[in-house]
């Protein structure tokens, strides 16, 4: 063997080596379950239980369906961590994502629903993963290895919320205790929107999500909430080309002078009164002056989980009183 | 007598670089969420192989995980880190300039602008958003290249200073539309920045498939103009003298790095860095001839850009650092301390 | 035998101006021809067209062959150049730079043989490089560093080599090495060879013939002695000189004006 060769080979074996060490410090995450679940939710009278898996539920990525009963579950959105919870499934939840803060003993993890890590969704080998969003075809790369996944995208009515409750129910064998749920939001709003008094012209208003006057349009889930409550938006139709989060400026929301305005910012600040007429020209809207400003809460104002209403009660409340 | 090759890489350089390259290939499959034993990974990615069958122990969603998610993302990296650092080099190489990088004359800026019309307001609607981001980043900077050779060529053109020139501009231009563009559309600014840092998290094995063709012919193309581009540095009229086409090679080899460049940055975004520093680091160390640094680039360029991915997605996880932070992590201190070296010599 | 050289007529025009032209040159193989001219009378773009990297027009023939039907690489086979400032990249070795002089025996995607090497150290000793060889070009001395540059240049095996200002930048101990050298080698190899000279006395000692270019035209063409005299010097370099003969050469040496001519008058 050459100097040359002998060389090579120890500087080939080394460098083998160190790699060795360093994937030995690889860890094993440890795999996340919930304890067994009780799996009968149902409340028929018949003397057997019917058979509730496998089941095939209808969500945004297709037909998917869910061989047996789910038991760690993954979700990554607070909205379908909700509706897991108010549907009775919180036992079988595994994980949930970062921002699911509700209910408070939901187990939450560093996971993200905005950037969804496939590794670190996969390394907690989960039998079920809810998403909201598909973003970097993480669907499929999660069907890809063998996942399954149902993807319940924002919803852009009621009735899809209530679809939504459904199938998150029949997916974690909950059928009956869904429909239920679905039917108790849907009757608390019915009740809440009889409470909307009849007026000649619906009120207008602004819906602030940054103080840079960036807003949502009623092409929005709660754009169009607020339009069942009898409101109109004032940033609809004003820019097309902008999509469903258009920006205002000043002028235009000091001109229209809109009877409410919502405050929702996305980053939880919230404007006191006074910072707000301390703006150039607010001291003179009427919602100010009127003291129409009303702040949303951001988790529920963002979210379509059973406290949409929640939501329904601060706006008719909030708006009851304006003629 | 034998005797070594005055300007060819030593056949010793090639080979410990290909074991460099491999390791890191096998440290990073390895490491991650998921923590496998490098015996396992291997175990694990033969038993993939159409035709084989080897039992590995793992379960089946995690052997999934380890060669249908880690295994392209592992391999996707080395390949984009392959191709900017060769690139770079080849850049460096054809403008006679050590510092150049492969977007140079507005590869990156075209991609960027392809991307944002891909995302923000009518383009969002063109079908699926994966591909049309991809096909728009590819085509952004290939058209902006175009532009730029097509505005700095001239006949008289000796250095490429105006070829250079004609970059700064394009690339100035296509920034002021990106941005505007991106004013008006909020929502979507998120996702470009995305983009444009850098990721390999959308890496699956198609990503692979589209990269590797486009990355073999314009590699092959690169280093086999490596002698040649050794003649370039000589200036244009002595390459000519030496029965080199300057102003003919000058834009073959632009051509193949540009080609390879926009297709690595159509699949894994904006990846600063690489290109420069890596061609640059060789050079210090091997002297500057580029049969010697465009092989070395090809070569090294796969280990680095690989390992900078593992940071990128262990250090935080299972939050991701974009890459590119990466790479000007490690980039900025590299000039700094090139900056210090030509300091302490003595003119 | 064929002229090394045979231009008739060579123009050379860029952008709408005549830097060159129209110009004859007749050289003689073997021969070593000094182009001179005042500054700006075109010598380097002449050179230029002569090694084909100047369009020109007018006929111009390479032993024999039109410039213009040659391929980049015949020519590269056969004309070396070395033009007065050349790009020595730091860092790079003698050796790897001369070895750049192989190229036009170097196939497209191939790479050096033996009888590359073989040329390569050859050279090398014949200019006395060799104890160079692994040096890199940044730490050669003047006289060091324009040996490499012929040797770059007779690396290649050419007929004809051309040399832009060899002895610019050179002092007096080298200039007169690397003349004797370039005589040296083209007695050896049988070159031929076109220079432009800035010093005069050199290109009557080195040197068969000497071509004055003034205005892009050779207003004289043969030997030193029939050049290089008073009349035509003052003409064309504006300059006032005195030709003598020495040594069996000539030298020009500079006048100086007497003083009245030269300051104002009192009156």
Request: with cysteine; aromatic share 4%; glycine share 10%.
């Amino acid at each position: 063997m050459t100097r040359m060769t002998r060389k090579t080979m120890r500087s080939a074996a080394a460098l083998l080596a160190i790699t060795l060490a360093f994937a030995g410090c690889g860890d094993d995450d440890t795999v996340v379950s919930a304890p067994e679940a009780v799996t009968d939710g149902s409340t028929s009278t018949s003397s057997t239980p019917e058979p509730m898996f496998p089941v095939t539920v209808t969500a945004d990525n297709g037909e998917v369906t869910i061989p047996t009963e789910p038991t760690a579950i993954v979700s990554l959105s607070p909205s379908i961590t909700e509706m897991l919870y108010a549907v009775g499934a919180g036992d079988q939840v595994g994980a949930v994502d970062a921002s699911s803060d509700f209910p408070a003993d939901a187990p939450v993890t560093e996971l993200s629903g905005f950037r969804p890590n496939v590794e670190a969704i996969g390394a907690l080998a989960p039998d079920l993963v809810f998403l909201a969003r598909d973003r970097d075809d993480v669907v499929a790369t999660l069907e890809g290895v063998g996942i399954t996944v149902v993807l319940l995208e924002a919803p852009e009515s009621l009735e899809d919320v209530y679809r939504q409750i459904e199938t998150v129910a029949a997916a974690t064998g909950h059928l009956d205790a869904g429909a239920e749920v679905a039917a108790e939001v849907e009757s608390g709003i019915a009740a809440l929107l009889s409470d909307v008094p009849e007026r000649d012209e619906p009120l207008t208003y602004f819906y602030e999500l940054t103080d840079e006057y960036n807003t949502l349009t009623s092409q929005t889930f709660i754009g169009a909430v607020l339009a069942l409550a009898g409101l109109d938006n004032i940033a609809d139709g004003v820019d097309p080309g902008a999509g469903s989060y258009p920006q205002l400026t000043a002028e235009y929301v000091l001109d229209t002078n809109p009877d409410v305005v919502f405050v929702a910012h996305a980053d939880g600040s919230a404007p006191s009164a006074d910072e707000l007429s301390a703006r150039p020209g607010w001291a003179e809207l009427t919602a100010i002056v009127d003291g129409r400003v009303v702040a949303l809460d951001p988790d529920i104002a963002s979210r379509w989980g059973p406290r949409i209403v929640d939501l329904f009660d601060d706006v008719v409340r909030a708006t009851a009183g304006i003629g | 007598m034998p005797r070594r090759h005055p300007t060819r890489p030593p056949l010793r350089w090639l080979v410990l670089s290909l074991v460099g390259a491999g390791a890191a290939v096998v440290v990073s499959v390895s490491v991650g969420p998921i923590g496998v034993s490098p015996f396992d990974a291997l175990r694990v990615v033969v038993d993939r192989l159409p035709g084989v069958a080897l039992d590995h122990g793992l379960d089946p969603t995690r052997a999934a995980i380890i060669t249908e998610v880690r295994l392209p993302r592992v391999l996707l990296a080395s390949l984009v880190g392959s191709v900017l650092a060769t690139a770079g080099g080849a850049y460096q190489a054809t403008f006679r300039n050590s510092l150049a990088d492969p977007f140079l004359l507005g590869a990156a800026a075209g991609a960027g602008l392809g991307v944002t019309v891909a995302l923000t307001g009518a383009g969002s609607e063109l079908g699926d958003s994966g591909t049309a981001v991809t096909a728009a980043a590819f085509v952004g900077a290939m058209v902006a290249v175009a532009l730029t050779y097509g505005l700095g060529s001239s006949a008289s053109e000796r250095t490429g200073a105006s070829l250079i020139l004609a970059g700064v501009a394009v690339a100035a231009l296509l920034s002021a539309l990106q941005n505007l563009l991106l004013q008006r559309d909020d929502e979507s600014i998120r996702d470009v920045y995305a983009w444009l840092l850098g990721r390999f998290n959308v890496a699956g094995w198609d990503e692979v498939r589209l990269l590797v063709p486009t990355a073999f012919v314009s590699l092959t193309v690169l280093v086999l103009a490596s002698r040649r581009l050794d003649l370039l540095a000589l200036g244009d009229d002595e390459a000519h003298s030496l029965g080199v086409d300057a102003g003919r090679l000058r834009l073959a080899v632009v051509s193949a790095a540009t080609l390879a460049t926009a297709a690595a940055v159509a699949v894994s975004g904006l990846i600063g860095f690489v290109g420069i520093v890596i061609p640059h680091a060789i050079r210090l160390r091997v002297g500057p001839s580029y049969r010697r640094i465009l092989p070395l680039s090809l070569i090294l360029g796969a280990p680095f850009l690989c390992l900078a991915d593992l940071l990128a997605r262990t250090l935080l996880s299972p939050a991701e650092i974009p890459i590119g932070v990466i790479t000007a992590v490690v980039g900025a201190p590299f000039f700094l301390s090139l900056l210090r070296r030509s300091r302490v010599r003595p003119t | 035998m064929r002229p090394a050289i045979y231009a008739t007529g060579v123009t050379v025009e860029v952008d709408g101006t005549r830097l060159v032209g129209p110009a004859d040159l007749t050289v003689g193989v073997g021969h070593w021809v000094n182009i001179i001219g005042p500054n700006g009378a075109g010598k380097t773009t002449l050179l230029r067209a002569i090694c084909g990297l100047q369009a020109a027009s007018g006929r111009l023939e390479i032993a024999g062959r039109p410039l213009a039907q040659m391929t980049r690489r015949e020519r590269s086979r056969h004309i070396g150049y070395v033009p007065q400032q050349p790009v020595m990249p730091a860092g790079m070795t003698v050796e790897q730079y001369v070895l750049l002089g192989r190229s036009p025996h170097v196939g497209t995607l191939g790479s050096e043989g033996p009888g590359d090497f073989a040329a390569v150290t050859a050279t090398l000793q014949r200019l006395d490089l060799e104890r160079l060889a692994n040096r890199t070009l940044d730490t050669l001395s003047g006289g060091e560093r324009q040996r490499a540059n012929i040797a770059r240049a007779l690396a290649q095996e050419p007929r004809l080599l051309l040399l832009d200002e060899p002895t610019t930048a050179l002092d007096i101990g080298h200039q007169q090495d690397v003349l004797e050298l370039i005589d040296d080698q083209r007695r050896q190899l049988g070159l031929t060879v076109v220079s432009t000279m800035h010093d005069l006395t050199l290109a009557a000692r080195y040197g068969d013939d000497v071509v004055l270019l003034a205005g892009g035209i050779a207003v004289a063409d043969g030997p030193p002695i029939q050049v290089l005299t008073g009349p035509h010097l003052s003409t064309h370099y504006g300059a006032h000189v005195d030709v003598i003969e020495h040594a069996g050469s000539l030298v020009v040496v500079p006048i100086r004006q007497p003083a009245e001519s030269s300051g104002a008058s009192d009156a």
